[in-house]
């Protein structure tokens, strides 16, 4: 069966500081990709999404960004973190060519202070 | 990928039917309908897909009108556990340069007890 892993779970980290959240799926190949950002109270923000290795389309420009060095990871970076970067980060895959459901990750919190 | 709009909130009680509507009025051909359903600290959980008519499974029903610029969500007999945010996203996600999964704000339903 297909299960994705997001990691860690919470994070607190200093303005400035770097940050790499990663994501893996298994049971699939050749998945879509995406990664969200839910600030408190509000909906998904669409940050990326891969339908491939190397292959990232970015939707708000900001300074994060996201690679896939293989087909089933997907990692989301800073070089240097804002206060407006706290937010629940969420991983998600979906089957290409397919209409069927997206699965997500269990989320990172993650708090800049 | 078509836009949608959804009530902000909704209040109900528990074992009232609740029935969230979607409208979707640029909806593509070979666009889909899909609800998801999220909990606070969690990622949105696929609910329920449909094309046109009406589909239902264990947890909800979806009906959709001939012309299909609407959709509506009902959830049978509510109980405090469905307290959510539910999401409808409208988009043909079968190709490879997939519409992106972008979700609205959502609607917020609270069940009273």
């Known amino acids: 069966s297909q299960t994705i892993h997001q990691w860690p779970a919470t994070l607190v980290q200093p303005v400035g500081s770097p940050l790499s959240l990663e994501c893996t799926v298994e049971?699939?190949?050749?998945?879509?990709l995406y990664w969200y950002r839910q600030a408190a109270g509000r909906g998904l923000q669409l940050l990326f999404y891969?339908?491939?290795?190397?292959?990232i389309s970015s939707e708000v420009p900001q300074n994060l960004s996201a690679s896939r060095p293989q087909d089933r990871q997907f990692i989301l970076s800073s070089k240097k973190l804002l206060l407006s970067d706290s937010g629940f980060y969420l991983c998600?895959?979906?089957?290409?060519?397919?209409?069927?459901?997206?699965?997500f990750g269990q989320g990172t919190r993650l708090t800049v202070v | 990928l078509a836009k949608t709009t959804q009530p902000i909130s909704m209040d109900s009680y528990e074992g009232q039917e609740v029935n969230i509507t979607c409208s979707h009025n640029?909806?593509?051909?070979?666009?889909?309908i899909t609800w998801y359903q999220q909990f606070p600290s969690q990622g949105p959980r696929f609910i329920i897909q449909?094309?046109?008519t009406k589909v239902t499974n264990e947890v909800a029903s979806l009906f959709i009108p001939a012309d299909r610029k609407s959709s509506t969500l009902s959830l049978p007999r509510v109980s405090l556990s469905d307290t959510a945010v539910y999401y409808c996203?409208?988009?043909?996600?079968?190709?490879?340069?997939?519409?992106?999964?972008?979700f609205g704000t959502g609607t917020r339903l609270q069940v009273f007890p």
């Open positions: 998600a895959w979906t089957i290409v060519g397919s209409n069927t459901e997206a699965f």
């Open positions: 049971g699939t190949s050749n998945p879509n």
């Open positions: 891969s339908v491939g290795i190397g292959q």
């Open positions: 640029n909806i593509a051909t070979n666009d889909y």
């Open positions: 449909g094309y046109k």
């Open positions: 996203l409208v988009g043909d996600f079968r190709s490879y340069n997939t519409d992106k999964l972008i």
